[in-house]
């Protein structure tokens, strides 16, 4: 790792001066990925600004149609607060990583970061949450912003997401054994106004929806209205872990298989 | 640099960590505590698992900066003063659940958060638990093995695999 400074500020005013402050500072959340990417000398920060110690970033509180977990919440956390009030985030969370990474690692790290293949922005996506910064607050079908980019500007933070409670909803994920990362991840939200199906590792634009199933999904909710749709291979990520087609074949294997957990 | 204090294993200790310092690393080097291993260097292996106010983390994958003030356990406060090994490594040790013992300071810290949570696990639950511990012997039957006999569950299933 290049040299750094780290400060810990208590409070998200402080955090945000600190970030505001310096060019080349850079927020640190749990660090499971930050930490990998700086020992590879990937990122060169002067200054890492901690935000696991924020009181008012940490907690999680459910009001039965509405979960709202604060940004510097570990994934363990939220595998097991939100058991009874939103069991498929919960399962989500329980399946990242290993459980050390997820007594670190946090969801507004993971929503920061927006890797290809991470498992919340799946969540946050076919939940229709609202991510939550020290500025405002951002739909997140507005939110994601392909490889690794998002609507947040330089220095902001992500302070709370608030994920609206389908009336069923189901993660299925399609794990990389390696790395424990999806090699696709599909999370499909049942609400009364419409169904939302999301797509974590498969797209080179990073999490998306997939309009199709949702429309087939939304007049009705079984996984015989997915028979037939099928997605373009076109635009699917590839390695050595899988092809183009082999994504684009699992997402649509893996809707149909959430959407039957979930019925 | 910047002085860091922290309880390690119930007694306070301090050092001179800078900011990049890995809680890996301010363990075993500036304060001693060598018991921590570092395998991977990369999150994976485990083998630097300690707990940090009471859940298990990967220390090199963590700052010692952010550890100031914490309680930290590593390895070397699992036994008592007089070198008795806990139920934990007396099991490891009765169903041969180390051969190399690289991993193992990684294995004993990660089943002490297991069974903290859950104080009979089935195997499958241990099996999923260790996700994140890499065991470079693949002695992982004996190491399941040692964990049932630790939590007081009956090994004699799973003694004929």
């Given at each position: 790792?290049?040299s750094?400074?780290?400060?810990?500020?208590?409070?998200?005013?402080?955090?945000?001066?600190?970030?505001?402050?310096?060019?080349?500072?850079?927020?640190?959340?749990?660090?499971?990925?930050?930490?990998?990417?700086?020992?590879?000398?990937?990122?060169?920060?002067?200054?890492?600004?901690?935000?696991?110690?924020?009181?008012?970033?940490?907690?999680?509180?459910?009001?039965?149609?509405?979960?709202?977990?604060?940004?510097?919440?570990?994934?363990?956390?939220?595998?097991?607060?939100?058991?009874?009030?939103?069991?498929?985030?919960?399962?989500?969370?329980?399946?990242?990583?290993?459980?050390?990474?997820?007594?670190?690692?946090?969801i507004?790290g993971?929503?920061?970061?927006?890797?290809?293949?991470?498992?919340?922005?799946?969540?946050?996506?076919?939940?229709?949450?609202?991510?939550?910064?020290?500025?405002?607050?951002?739909a997140?079908?507005?939110?994601?912003?392909?490889?690794?980019?998002?609507?947040?500007?330089?220095?902001?933070?992500?302070?709370?997401?608030?994920?609206?409670?389908?009336?069923?909803?189901?993660?299925?994920?399609?794990?990389?054994?390696?790395?424990?990362?999806?090699?696709?991840?599909?999370?499909?939200?049942?609400?009364?106004?419409?169904?939302?199906?999301?797509?974590t590792?498969?797209?080179?634009?990073?999490?998306?929806?997939?309009?199709?199933?949702?429309?087939a999904?939304?007049?009705?909710?079984?996984?015989?209205?997915l028979e037939?749709?099928?997605?373009?291979?076109?635009?699917?990520?590839?390695?050595?872990?899988?092809?183009?087609?082999?994504?684009?074949?699992?997402?649509?294997?893996?809707?149909?298989r959430?959407?039957?957990?979930?019925? | 640099?910047?002085?860091?204090?922290?309880?390690?294993?119930?007694?306070?200790?301090?050092?001179?960590?800078?900011?990049?310092?890995?809680?890996?690393?301010?363990?075993?080097?500036?304060?001693?505590?060598?018991?921590?291993?570092?395998?991977?260097?990369?999150?994976?292996?485990?083998?630097?698992?300690?707990?940090?106010?009471?859940?298990?983390?990967?220390?090199?994958?963590?700052?010692?900066?952010?550890?100031?003030g914490?309680?930290?356990?590593?390895?070397?406060?699992?036994?008592?003063?007089?070198?008795?090994?806990?139920?934990?490594?007396?099991?490891?040790?009765?169903?041969?659940?180390?051969?190399?013992?690289?991993?193992?300071?990684?294995?004993?810290?990660?089943?002490?958060?297991?069974?903290?949570?859950?104080?009979?696990?089935?195997?499958?639950?241990?099996?999923?638990?260790?996700?994140?511990?890499?065991?470079?012997?693949?002695?992982?039957?004996?190491?399941?093995?040692?964990?049932?006999?630790?939590?007081?569950?009956?090994?004699?299933?799973?003694?004929?695999?």
């Open positions: 790792m290049y750094f400074d780290v400060e810990k500020p208590t409070s998200i005013a402080e955090a945000v001066a600190a970030l505001g402050s310096d060019d080349e500072a850079q927020a640190l959340g749990g660090g499971q990925t930050l930490i990998p990417t700086l020992k590879q000398r990937l990122a060169s920060p002067s200054k890492l600004v901690s935000l696991s110690g924020i009181a008012e970033m940490q907690g999680i509180s459910a009001d039965g149609s509405v979960v709202s977990i604060g940004g510097a919440t570990p994934h363990g956390v939220v595998a097991s607060e939100v058991a009874q009030s939103y069991p498929a985030l919960a399962a989500l969370a329980g399946n990242i990583g290993d459980p050390a990474v997820r007594n670190r690692g946090t507004g993971s929503l920061a970061n927006n890797d290809p293949a991470a498992c919340y922005p799946a969540a946050a996506l076919a939940s229709g949450a609202t991510i939550v910064t020290n500025a405002r607050e951002i997140a079908d507005d939110y994601f912003d392909g490889l690794f980019t998002t609507a947040l500007e330089e220095g902001e933070i992500v302070t709370q997401v608030r994920l609206p409670v389908p009336e069923a909803a189901n993660y299925q994920k399609f794990v990389q054994p390696a790395s424990r990362f999806a090699l696709v991840g599909v999370f499909v939200a049942k609400f009364a106004d419409g169904v939302r199906v999301a797509v590792g498969a797209s080179e634009e990073g999490v998306f929806r997939w309009a199709e199933a949702e429309a999904l939304s007049g009705n909710f079984s996984a015989d209205a037939g749709l099928t997605v373009a291979a076109d635009g699917m990520m590839a390695d050595i872990h899988g092809s183009k087609a082999y994504r684009a074949h699992l997402i649509a294997v893996l809707t149909k959430a959407v039957a957990a979930a019925a | 640099m910047t002085k860091v204090s922290m309880t390690v294993n119930g007694k306070a200790a301090s050092g001179e960590a800078e900011g990049r310092t890995l809680l890996s690393s301010f363990l075993r080097e500036e304060l001693g505590f060598t018991g921590t291993h570092v395998g991977c260097d990369t999150s994976q292996c485990g083998a630097c698992v300690v707990h940090v106010n009471g859940v298990a983390v990967k220390s090199c994958t963590m700052l010692a900066v952010e550890a100031e914490a309680e930290v356990a590593t390895i070397e406060g699992q036994a008592a003063p007089d070198g008795t090994l806990n139920t934990i490594q007396q099991a490891f040790q009765d169903h041969h659940g180390l051969q190399c013992g690289f991993c193992t300071p990684g294995m004993v810290m990660s089943t002490a958060a297991l069974l903290k949570e859950n104080p009979k696990p089935s195997e499958q639950e241990i099996r999923e638990y260790l996700e994140g511990n890499i065991c470079r012997c693949t002695g992982y039957h004996n190491i399941v093995k040692a964990i049932m006999a630790a939590s007081g569950q009956d090994v004699s299933a799973l003694a004929a695999e």
